[in-house]
């Protein structure tokens, strides 16, 4: 039976192995591309496997693969089968095949490995081709020398699909309250007998302006997510419910634009003074992004402390691995920024989009869904 993977978990492997061969990363610019004059040398990757810990030390010509546990006390434990040392060049040429893999299949998900491929993946002892951690990180770098702190990563490659910032889910509704026309029931279910379609919930909407009916934001949900928005700004909810309510009817996805929109709308009724020397709403914007790149989850609790992850390895296009990390905090708020847009959920799966009655008030929720563009700006 041939042996496959999906695109993302290729794109996984692929930074991973390029890292290991490169033995350094370059610094994402806002723009996702490489900054030449900017790049860390890698000295170490730490990746979990079935077995247990892998690390993956860079030496001059070779890499060298020890194998162990991390205890409790975060102290690495080295197993008694010992070592492998495996030539440098070895993951290059990996890394190669990896990224014609990645460039030339591009209808389907799936793709089959060839055989030297397979070969070398058993040889080197790799069987999760994408690793499985309880902290989210995909795997951890230690940049200069080996005794450096461990810095964890997650992988996102634009030759597959993207893991999105905010996973949206039922946790991350907003709720809009109809007001204006008070709507029978008959109507109520006219609107929400619309037919599936990929605008059904531009559609609902319409539909409610149509027949009179306002939609005023009202609050979150989630009382978890409402008071990890409330940590970026205790207007913040409202700002993201006009940015979504405006994605789905004007169409417009870029977390960029639709700030620039949003500037010229003022819902907070903030001072010009604010809004264009200081920059007020792209600063909260950048905030919430570089909290859900370092760890905001919906239905998680939120303090303002980063979690394990502290960076984005991005492999863009061209198959260049970028390093955004927090100790960069400008360029990667920037990144994510200018790289960033609102998607659409499933509605049946994550409850929004419909008319649905809470002590005696009608309420239209709408979800919150971002990822990375898979273009460059």
Known sequence: MAFEATKRELGELYSFFRLLSDAKVSLGTPQGR??????????????????????????????????????????????????????????????????????????????????????????????????????RTDFSVAFHHVEAPLTGFNVRCRLSAMNPLLDGGRTANLKLEQTGVKFATPTVNKVNALPESPMEVTERMLMIERLGGVLKYADVADKVFRCNLLMIDLHFPRMLAEMVRMMHLDGIARVSELTERIKEM???????????????????????????????????????????????????????????????????????????????????????????????????????????TKKLF
């Open 34 to 135: 490489g900054d030449e004059a900017k790049w860390w040398p890698v000295a170490l990757i730490q990746r979990e496997e079935h077995d247990g810990t892998r690390r993956y030390y860079v030496e001059e010509k070779e890499i060298r693969i020890v194998s162990g546990e991390v205890g409790k006390d975060g102290l690495f434990v080295v197993a008694e089968r010992g070592e492998m040392r495996i030539p440098r060049e070895d993951f290059g040429g990996a890394a190669e095949v990896m990224l014609e893999l990645l460039k030339t299949n591009g209808g389907g998900d799936t793709i089959e490995l060839p055989e030297g491929l397979e070969a070398f993946l058993d040889a080197i002892n790799i069987y999760d081709l994408e690793a499985k951690t309880e902290d």
């Open 266 to 372: 003022n819902p907070l009724k903030i001072k010009d003074e604010l809004i264009s020397k200081h920059g007020f709403y792209e600063f909260k914007m950048k905030q919430f992004l570089l909290a859900l790149a370092l760890g905001m989850r919906p239905a998680k609790i939120y303090n303002g402390t980063d979690s394990a992850v502290e960076g984005i390895l991005l492999v863009n296009a061209e198959g260049e691995v970028l390093c955004y990390h927090k100790w960069e905090r400008q360029a990667f708020a920037d990144f994510l920024y200018q790289n960033t847009r609102f998607e659409k959920g499933p509605v049946d799966k994550d409850k929004y989009g419909f008319l649905e009655k809470e002590n005696g008030v009608y309420y239209f929720r709408l979800n919150v869904k971002i990822g990375l």
